[in-house]
């Protein structure tokens, strides 16, 4: 199977342990095959620290230049049936090629996020894993490092979720880990499971509480004021930016 959609295809390859499909940026890398779905098939792959979650990522090179592979591993109660298998109903509902979708189209929007590289599925029977090369953010700090550094742009950040919000994205888990800094901008990473709703609503205030509670989380050594008064900074950025 090939199908094209611009500068996407989506093709079948073989796969040990059952059929890969692979959805890739035909201009920014050859067809990918099932190797590169493990971190083992990049030589110089070293796991990717600090942006917490439970999903394994590793900076990996690729044709495309350096990116970051990400595996998709489930939480919770499920985590206790398999960490790494989800049930298979359909391309259309597969983890990795959702979020590569939704990566193009915010793309498309002028939207700071990484640009999709390659989305895998390897399917056996009812089950699937699943994987993303998404291009590397050179020389990035977490949002959360800014904030323990004394140097978050707070209004800065505050202003570019409006821009998201604006456009009716949603994130499903904006933590101070999601959101990266470095010399060309802000970017807003992990978007598996988000979403484009119509417009704004009410769920960008749980998004932001949502953000607001991981920051607390991971800079308990700030003091409280200082994240209460740049907390507030961001948030009338936001609104201010959101009007």
């Known amino acids: 199977m090939i199908e094209r959609d611009g500068q996407t295809e989506c093709v079948n390859v073989s796969?040990?342990?059952?059929?890969c499909t692979v959805l890739y940026a035909s201009r920014q890398l050859p067809m990918?095959?099932?190797?590169?779905?493990?971190?083992?098939?990049?030589?110089?792959?070293?796991?990717v620290s600090g942006k917490g979650g439970r999903g394994g990522a590793w900076f990996v090179?690729?044709?495309?230049?350096?990116?970051?592979?990400?595996?998709?591993?489930?939480?919770?109660?499920a985590a206790l049936?398999?960490?790494?298998?989800?049930?298979?109903?359909?391309?259309?509902?597969?983890?990795?090629?959702?979020?590569y979708r939704l990566l193009e189209a915010l793309r498309r929007q002028g939207l700071p996020v990484p640009e999709?590289?390659?989305?895998?599925?390897?399917?056996?029977?009812?089950?699937?894993?699943?994987?993303?090369?998404?291009?590397?953010?050179p020389e990035a700090r977490s949002?959360?490092?800014?904030?323990?550094?004394?140097?978050?742009p707070w209004a800065e950040v505050g202003a570019m979720l409006a821009r998201f919000h604006r456009a009716g994205a949603q994130h499903a888990d904006l933590n101070a880990n999601n959101i990266l800094c470095n010399a060309d901008g802000l970017h807003v990473i992990d978007w598996d499971k988000g979403r484009l709703r119509g417009q704004a609503g009410?769920?960008?205030?749980?998004v932001?509480?949502?953000?607001?509670?991981?920051?607390?989380?991971?800079?308990?050594?700030?003091?409280?004021?200082e994240l209460r008064d740049g907390f507030q900074r961001l948030l009338a950025a936001h609104n201010e930016e959101l009007k």
């Open 32 to 47: 990918p095959d099932a190797r590169q779905f493990n971190a083992s098939a990049y030589a110089s792959a070293r796991p």
């Open 15 to 19: 796969g040990a342990g059952g059929r």
């Open 208 to 225: 932001l509480a949502r953000l607001q509670r991981s920051i607390a989380k991971e800079c308990p050594l700030v003091d409280a004021s």
């Open 143 to 152: 949002f959360a490092d800014c904030v323990r550094q004394g140097d978050a």
């Open 61 to 77: 090179q690729t044709p495309a230049g350096d990116a970051v592979l990400k595996h998709y591993r489930r939480g919770g109660r």
């Open 202 to 206: 009410i769920w960008t205030g749980r």
């Open 81 to 99: 049936l398999s960490e790494a298998s989800y049930l298979y109903t359909g391309l259309a509902r597969v983890r990795s090629f959702a979020e």
């Open 116 to 137: 999709p590289l390659a989305a895998f599925c390897l399917s056996a029977g009812i089950i699937y894993r699943a994987a993303l090369l998404t291009r590397c953010i």
